[in-house]
């Protein structure tokens, strides 16, 4: 998903700044024109206008989390042995950023 993509997507018809996305996710469009993917009051995917993206699990390394951050932003995460990996091997960590 891009920075427009999920810009429509909150906007939607009605043209609102925050829309509920799934159980316990919302997805705002922050005053600095990104916007956020929050999952239990923690912004797990943070696109930014420039495309660059934001990725944190705020410590919750749950299947939940990985299934939004998978669902939500242009990379694919995986676990193997109870750690976290994007599909290119490297190691995932919490506020890395992501090239779109």
Same mark, same amino acid.
Do not use: C
């Given at each position: ?18 829309? +509920? ?21 923690? +912004?797990?995917?943070?696109?930014? $206008?420039?495309?660059?993206? +934001? ?18 932003? $242009? ?15 490297? $190691? ?9």
């Amino acid at each position: 998903m891009t920075h427009a993509e999920m810009t429509k997507l909150v906007l939607g018809k009605r043209n609102r700044s925050e829309r +509920k996305l799934g159980n316990n996710t919302y997805g705002y469009i922050e005053a600095d024109g990104s916007v956020s993917v929050e999952l239990h009051g923690t +912004k797990v995917v943070r696109f930014y $206008p420039n495309g660059l993206v +934001k990725l944190n699990s705020g410590g919750w390394r749950t299947h939940t989390t990985k299934k939004r951050i998978n669902q939500y932003s $242009p990379v694919s995460i995986y676990q193997q042995n109870f750690e976290w990996f994007l599909r290119d091997g490297t $190691p995932f960590e919490d506020n890395m950023v992501v090239g779109a």
